[in-house]
C-alpha cells in the first residue's frame, strides 16, 4: 500500500496522531489567584477587571462553602466589609447630585441639636474620616443609631476638624443618619432605589443580621458565601457580624457579577457625573497642607506610579481599586479573612507597564539587610524568631510582622531573594528594595547600633 494511502487510512480510524497545535498560554490572572489560593488557604475567589465600560475579564475560583462543597459562582455573594464605605460615597455624591444636600453643608444643618463645636464640622469631613469626631468604640451590639449619635455629641472632639484623617466608624454612623434625612428614606432603601435598582444589581444586599439573646437571625441571602478564618494553617468558619446600625461603614454583600455591573455602569456615567468621581476619589487636604489617604468614602493611595481609588474590605474579604485616567478597575472578592490584599495588586502589576527599576546604593551596615531577611524569612514561616532581629525598642515593629496578616502577606510574595539599600534618609531611616519571588516591594527600615531593627514597615 502506497505510503500516503496508508497515513490517510489509519488518520480515518484514528490510530494516526496528527502534531498538537502548541497549547494556548495560561491566562496570567489566573495563575495569580490560583497561586495565592494555595498558598494561602483561601477556599473561593471571584475576580474581575472592568476597562471604559466593557467587562474585559470576570471569573469564580474554587469554593463558596466547603462544607457543602458549593463552587464560587459569578452570582455568588461575598461580604465586602468596609468596601461598603464606597457605596455610602457613592450615594452622597448621588444625593449632592440631586440637590438634597451639600458637600460643605455644616453638619449642623442636618443634626440642629449637636454641639456648637460641631458647627465647624462639614458633611465631607465626615466621609473623608477628617471631621474631629471622638470613635465610639464602645457600642454594643444592641445600640441604636439614635444612641450612638447621641453617645458622640456628649463626647469633646478628638483632635480640630480638618487637622488630620483618622480611620473609624463613628463618621460614617454620624453621616448615615443625614443621608437618611436627606434623602428620605433608610440607608438600604437608598441604596436600592439610587445604585442597586438602576443597575439590575440583584444579589447585593444587608442581611439585617440581629442578636435574640443567644440566637443570631437575619435575612436569607441565596448563594452567600462562607466566610473562613485560619488558625495554625487549619481553615475554621468565621462569623463576620455586622449590626445593623454600622451599615454605612460595613456588611454588604454583593457578587462579582452585580461590581462589575457597577463600575461598568460608573464609566459609562450611568451613577455619576465624571466631576463627582473625581470628588470620591481626591484624598483630602489638611489644614497643614498634607494630603490625607482618604477621598469620600474611598481611600486615595499612590501606587507605581499611579493613583488607586477604592477600598479594602476585611481587610482582605474585598479588594476594589480603580485607576481614573484609564477607567479601569480590578475587583477581587474572597472567602477567606486572613490574606494581606495581594491578588488585586498583583492583577493591577499585570495592567501596567513596567517601571524602571530604583537604583541600589552600597551598603554601609549590612547588618541591618542581614536582620530583615532573618525578620521575613522567619516570620513567613511562622517562626516567632523573628523576633530575635528586633533591637528591645522595636517590639512593636516585630509584633506586627509575626501577625497572621503579615504572615499571608509574606507568604503570598513567595520566597525572599534579595534585599538591597536604596536610600539613607537625613533622619537615619533607610529604604530597602525587598525582592521576593513573586513581587518586589519597598519597605522602610530603622535600627540600633548592632544592626537590629526598631522600625521596619512597608512604605
Known amino acids: 500500500m502506497p505510503r500516503t494511502l496508508a497515513l490517510l487510512l489509519a488518520a480515518a480510524v484514528g490510530t494516526w496522531a496528527t502534531p498538537a497545535l502548541s497549547a494556548p498560554r495560561p491566562d496570567p490572572i489566573d495563575l495569580i489567584v490560583d497561586r495565592q489560593m494555595e498558598l494561602n488557604h483561601i477556599p473561593g475567589v471571584a475576580v474581575a477587571v472592568v476597562e471604559q465600560g466593557r467587562i474585559v475579564k470576570i471569573a469564580a475560583y474554587g469554593t463558596a462553602n466547603l462544607e457543602w462543597d458549593a463552587p464560587v459562582g459569578l452570582d455568588t455573594r461575598f461580604q465586602l466589609a468596609s468596601a461598603t464605605k464606597m457605596f455610602t460615597g457613592m450615594l452622597l455624591m448621588r444625593l449632592a447630585e440631586q440637590g438634597k444636600l451639600g458637600l460643605d453643608d455644616p453638619v449642623t444643618r442636618w443634626l440642629p441639636d449637636a454641639p456648637a463645636s460641631w458647627s465647624a464640622i462639614r458633611v465631607r469631613q465626615l466621609a473623608d474620616h477628617t471631621s474631629g469626631l471622638a470613635e465610639q468604640r464602645g457600642a454594643t451590639r444592641d445600640a441604636t443609631l439614635e444612641s450612638i449619635l447621641t453617645t458622640t455629641m456628649a463626647a469633646p472632639l478628638a483632635y480640630v476638624p480638618g487637622s488630620e484623617a483618622r480611620y473609624g466608624f463613628t463618621d460614617f454612623t454620624v453621616l448615615r443618619v443625614i443621608l437618611e434625612k436627606a434623602g428620605g428614606d433608610s440607608l438600604p432603601r437608598l441604596l436600592h ?22 440566637v443570631r437571625i437575619g435575612d436569607l441571602l441565596p448563594r452567600r458565601a462562607q466566610i473562613y478564618g485560619l488558625r495554625d494553617d487549619r481553615l475554621t468558619t468565621s462569623d463576620f457580624f455586622f449590626a445593623p446600625q454600622g451599615y454605612g461603614a460595613g ?16 464609566d459609562a456615567g450611568r451613577v455619576l457625573k465624571p466631576e463627582s468621581i473625581r470628588e470620591l476619589e481626591k484624598a483630602a487636604t489638611l489644614t497643614n497642607g498634607r494630603r490625607a489617604p482618604f477621598g469620600l468614602g474611598w481611600i486615595a493611595r499612590p501606587y507605581r506610579g499611579v493613583t488607586l481609588a477604592g477600598h479594602s474590605g476585611g481587610p482582605a474579604l474585598a479588594d476594589i481599586w480603580r485607576i481614573e485616567d484609564r477607567k479601569l478597575t480590578v475587583i477581587v472578592l474572597t472567602n477567606q479573612q486572613v490574606l494581606h490584599p495581594l491578588i488585586a495588586e498583583a492583577i493591577i502589576d499585570t495592567l501596567l507597564p513596567p517601571l524602571a527599576p530604583e537604583p541600589v546604593i552600597a551598603d554601609d551596615r549590612p547588618a541591618i539587610a542581614a536582620n530583615i531577611r532573618v525578620a521575613v524569612t522567619k516570620a513567613a514561616a511562622g517562626d516567632t524568631g523573628a523576633a530575635a532581629a528586633f533591637a528591645p525598642t522595636g517590639q512593636d515593629a516585630a509584633s506586627s510582622i509575626v501577625s497572621p496578616f503579615a504572615r499571608a502577606m509574606l507568604r503570598g510574595m513567595g520566597p525572599l531573594r534579595t534585599v538591597e539599600l536604596l536610600e539613607v534618609k537625613a533622619d537615619g531611616e533607610r529604604r530597602y528594595r525587598l525582592a521576593f519571588q513573586y513581587k518586589a516591594v519597598v519597605w522602610t527600615a530603622s535600627a540600633a547600633a548592632d544592626g537590629r ?4 514597615r512597608p512604605e
Open 193 to 214: 432605589k439610587q445604585l442597586f435598582e438602576p443597575l439590575d444589581m440583584r444579589a447585593t444586599a444587608f442581611a439585617n443580621a440581629s442578636d435574640d439573646g443567644t
Open 251 to 266: 456588611g454588604l454583600y454583593s457578587s462579582i457579577e452585580d461590581l462589575s455591573k457597577l463600575f461598568a455602569g460608573l
Open 453 to 456: 531593627l526598631t522600625r521596619f
